[in-house]
């Protein structure tokens, strides 16, 4: 695992011992893979039929306007829902057991308008190893504009993130595309530096950006589409793939529940005890028992299960979530998870609101 100068976790402790040894034994008495699949291939099969049926209806068939709206929402859906369930699995190789199908289907995230590359380092290292810690990780960072954690310095307007936050979280994809380009020529992600994409990683960015660009723009223009129908059409559907992307992750993270750091650490000289203990106490599960948020998020409202465990398929965390939580009452560590989306919803709005009031300052 890498560290920064500011923060290093215990990486074994007894804590995170039995945790491994629970869910090892769940695998193996059962002599189940870890890894997704056939019910993951046919599920990602799915999605794709999904986001390609929604696609060529809307550029190809003639539609009014509200089924072209519909239809741009479906396709952004369906973005997300690769996202959620095919980029995500594969970019911490647990989507197959074979690590070139993994390669493969990692760049999806260029084909939905990111950069696999940047993506393994800014979800894989740095979110997954700095969870909810301010200054490190890059999800919780919306500044100026939003205040998500206690360790960032509040601004007077603030105040009102609650009521104009929503519109942001519809940017996330259009970020993405200037990300990725800032983030191959500064080496930077999110303040921190990292190695620049050279070779192969610099042309998938390249190809991967003109293959978006090119389904997404040039082709319904090719088409017949006027400009401004596909610019708006464009902008639509980003906007449906990045609300339902951000709150996705900020229910996981953003909420009252979820414990946050500041950096730089002053305990211990910023020593965690515990790499498990933090990632669960960072982190809040939200519908469980919900089979079609479970199936469309990819095990996203799962949180708690993926940080532990990132190299475990997602299919796999509804089973293993009951383990989880029971190591976690026997060695007292908290365990949170709202019973439904709408209480993670409401739990978000109540955080946002705290940050932005003076006296969170
Ligand atoms: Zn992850």
């Known amino acids: 695992m890498q560290t920064s100068a500011h923060v290093r976790f215990e990486k074994r402790d007894e804590f995170h011992d039995e945790l491994q040894r629970r869910i090892a034994a769940y695998f193996e008495e059962r002599g189940l893979s870890r890894f997704g699949g056939i019910r993951l ?52 190789d647990s989507f197959s057991r074979n690590k070139w199908v993994n390669l493969v289907m990692s760049h999806t995230m260029d084909l939905i308008g990111g950069s696999s590359y940047v993506w393994r380092i800014k979800h894989n290292v740095i979110h997954h190893t700095y969870t909810n810690i301010a200054g490190l990780d890059d999800d919780i960072n919306l500044y100026p504009w939003g205040r998500l954690a206690p360790g960032q310095r509040r601004l007077k307007l ?8 929503w519109p942001l979280y519809g940017m996330l994809g259009i970020k993405w595309h200037f990300d990725d380009v800032l983030t191959a020529i500064t080496g930077k992600v999110s303040g921190q530096k990292i190695r620049r994409p ?50 996705t992750f900020q229910l996981a993270h953003c909420v009252e529940e979820a414990q946050f750091f500041p950096t730089p650490l002053t305990a211990d000289e910023g020593k965690f005890q515990s ?42 965390y509804p089973k293993i979530a009951p383990i989880v939580r029971q190591v976690s009452a026997e060695f007292g560590v908290r365990y949170t998870a709202h019973r439904s989306f709408v209480r993670a919803l409401f739990s978000h709005v109540r955080w946002l609101h705290r940050m932005g009031r003076p006296e969170a300052a």
């Open 158 to 165: 603030h105040r009102i993130q609650t009521f104009y936050i």
């Open 275 to 316: 790499w498990a203990r933090h990632q669960i106490e960072t982190t809040v599960d939200f519908a469980p028992r919900n089979f079609f948020l479970t199936w469309y998020m990819g095990g996203l409202n799962y949180q708690i299960e993926h940080h532990l465990f990132p190299r475990i398929s997602h299919i796999h």
């Open 198 to 247: 050279d070779g192969m990683e610099l042309a998938c960015l390249i190809i991967g950006k003109a293959l978006f660009f090119g389904w997404a723009l040039v082709l319904p223009m090719v088409a017949g589409h006027a400009w401004w129908a596909v610019l708006l059409t464009y902008l639509f559907t980003e906007f449906v793939m990045g609300v339902v992307m951000s709150l």
């Open 41 to 92: 291939l046919t599920k990602s099969v799915m999605i794709g039929l999904w986001l390609v049926a929604s696609y060529l209806l809307l550029v190809f068939s003639p539609v009014p306007l509200w089924g072209a709206a519909l239809l741009a929402a479906s396709l952004g859906a369906a973005m997300a829902a690769v996202g959620f369930n095919i980029t995500h699995d594969a970019n911490h």
